[in-house]
C-alpha cells in the first residue's frame, strides 16, 4: 500500500461547478496536510496547508482533515477555468524536526468555460 | 521577484553521458531539494541539503549525486543516465527544515535518447 493514494482523474467539470478532490493515507503520524497546485510546464506551488483534523477555509478553497479516517480533501466552489491543473495533496509529520514531506501522485483538473 | 530558477527547461542526454541539471534560488533559504516526477507519479525526493549538510534519501540511486557550492545553488548530476531517469527533475526550497512550505522551480524536463 502507498503512503498516499489520490485518484488521478483525468476530472472535468463545467465552471461554476463544486470539485472534490480527496487523498487517502496510512501513516497515523502525518500531522501537516497540504494542497499544491501544478499548472502544466509548472513546479508545485502551495495552495493551503492544515495541521490535524479539521477544516480550513481561504476564499473559493476549504480543506478539510479526518485524522479517524485518514482521509483529506479540498473543495473548490465556483470553479473557474483557471483553476485548470493538477492538484497534489501532500502531508508531514512533526513540524519541529525534519521529516520530509509526502506527495501524492496528484489528480488532474479542467474546469471548462 | 524572489523565486527558484532550474536550467535548462529541457535536457536531452544520451544513455549513459553525464548530465548536470542547475537550480538557483533568490530566496536566501537553507534548505534545497531535489525531487524526481515521473508522468502521473508524485514527486519523489532524492535527497535534500540543510545548508552544507547533504541528506541523502535511502532508496536514491548513486548514480545521481549533488553539490551545493554556496547558499544560492544546487546542482544534480546524473553520472550515467538510463533510460529510466527520463522525468520532470524538481528543484524546492524551504526557509528550514521541518516547515511545511516549500518553494518550487519550475523544472527541467530530461530525456535520454
Known amino acids: 500500500q502507498k503512503e498516499v493514494e489520490q485518484d488521478p482523474g483525468p476530472l472535468s467539470v463545467p465552471e461554476g461547478a463544486i470539485v472534490s478532490l480527496n487523498c487517502t493515507y496510512s501513516n497515523s503520524a502525518f500531522q501537516y496536510f497540504m494542497w499544491y497546485r501544478q499548472y502544466s510546464r509548472k513546479g508545485p506551488e502551495l495552495l493551503m496547508y492544515?495541521?490535524?483534523?479539521g477544516n480550513k477555509e481561504d476564499g473559493r478553497f476549504t480543506a478539510q482533515v479526518d485524522k479517524s479516517s485518514k482521509y483529506i480533501s479540498l473543495f473548490i466552489r465556483d470553479s473557474q477555468p483557471s483553476d485548470s491543473a493538477t492538484y497534489l495533496c501532500a502531508m508531514t509529520g512533526m513540524k519541529t524536526s525534519y521529516d520530509k514531506v509526502i506527495f501524492g501522485p496528484g489528480t488532474s483538473l479542467s474546469v471548462i468555460p | 521577484d524572489a523565486m527558484v530558477i532550474q536550467n535548462p527547461r529541457y535536457q536531452v542526454t544520451q544513455f549513459g553521458k553525464p548530465v548536470t541539471l542547475s537550480c538557483s534560488q533568490t530566496l536566501n533559504h537553507n534548505v534545497m531539494y531535489w525531487y524526481q516526477q515521473k508522468s502521473s507519479q508524485a514527486p519523489k525526493l532524492l535527497f535534500h541539503?540543510?545548508?552544507?549538510?547533504?541528506?541523502n534519501e535511502a532508496d536514491t540511486p548513486d548514480n545521481f549525486q549533488s553539490r551545493r557550492p554556496n547558499t544560492s545553488f544546487c546542482f544534480l548530476d546524473i553520472r550515467s543516465p538510463g533510460l529510466g531517469d527520463a522525468a520532470m527533475y524538481l528543484c524546492?526550497?524551504?526557509?528550514?527544515?521541518?516547515?511545511?512550505?516549500?518553494?518550487f522551480g519550475p523544472g527541467t524536463r530530461l530525456t535520454v535518447l
Open positions: 541539503y540543510y545548508d552544507k549538510d547533504f541528506n
Open positions: 524546492a526550497t524551504s526557509r528550514e527544515q521541518g516547515v511545511t512550505e516549500q518553494f
Open positions: 492544515t495541521y490535524s483534523s
